[in-house]
């Protein structure tokens, strides 16, 4: 059994801009195994996939300007319930001097969402003059490869690799299907249902990250093991807005 735990670090209203901003993610990863191999302190290297499905939720915004103002918040994404099937892969081997290489790669396949667009005059997510709903949809994948050496503890039945690495994510967003709920000047989108929506998010996440994977075991087939990220990303998007009163039908990045 595998149980994953994320805690992604997110920015105050006030830091909104995304542009030429280094993001700090801290993911800590609980992983709880009943193997049916030799335990991971011995063994050489393994190979292992497997099948997740996950629910998430969450939010992006950008300010007026680069200073985080005029207004604090302008724009607003957010995405709820989005549904997801993600293939899991890794891979660790170690050789005879004791060096490991990890790789950790996923794909996701965002089956189902509700988004949602908002355009703010004011601070603080105040007078919004833009609402919009959709349904969203995409696809997303995860590569990070790492390197380290293991240390063996207690007759070799605890391990500690301390690992540097560098990862690589990125995401695609579809929306389809949107409704007009709010549309007031400047915006000059009509209210009401948006059929042929065929806007677009792309997000990208790299940069390096250092680590520490652990693993106790207290029978021959049996161990406790644990993995701790902490990640230093760069983050950079690219959006074809559709539809939309001050960008219909081009490409914004940021």
Request: proline share 2%.
């Amino acid at each position: 059994a595998k149980y994953v735990l994320t805690v992604i670090g997110r920015n105050s209203p006030g830091e909104g801009c995304f542009k030429h901003m280094s993001r700090f993610l801290i993911t800590l990863i609980a992983l709880l195994s009943m193997l049916v191999s030799p335990t991971q302190a011995r063994e050489r290297g393994y190979i292992s996939a497997s099948l997740g499905y996950s629910a998430e939720s969450f939010s992006w915004n950008t300010a007026g300007d680069q200073n985080g103002e005029n207004p604090n918040v302008e724009k607003e994404f957010s995405v709820d319930d989005l549904k997801a099937s993600t293939l899991f892969l890794n891979i660790r081997d170690k050789n005879n001097f004791g060096v490991v290489g990890v790789f950790e790669g996923s794909y996701s396949n965002y089956q189902s969402g509700d988004g949602e667009e908002f355009e703010y005059a004011s601070d603080d997510r105040t007078d919004a003059y833009y609402q919009r709903q959709a349904d969203i949809h995409g696809q997303g994948f995860s590569n990070s490869i790492g390197f380290g050496a293991e240390m063996l503890f207690a007759e070799r039945r605890f391990s500690v690799t301390p690992l540097l690495g560098y990862m690589i994510n990125r995401q695609r967003y579809d929306m389809s299907d949107g409704v007009q709920v709010v549309s007031v000047a400047p915006s000059t989108t009509p209210l009401g249902s948006i059929d042929d929506l065929e806007s677009r998010y792309e997000a990208r996440w790299q940069g390096g990250w250092i680590g520490v994977d652990m693993a106790y075991t207290w029978a021959a087939r049996f161990s406790l093991s644990g993995k701790i990220r902490y990640y230093d990303l760069r983050y950079s998007a690219e959006a074809d807005w559709d539809e939309q009163w001050d960008v219909q039908n081009h490409s914004s990045r940021i």
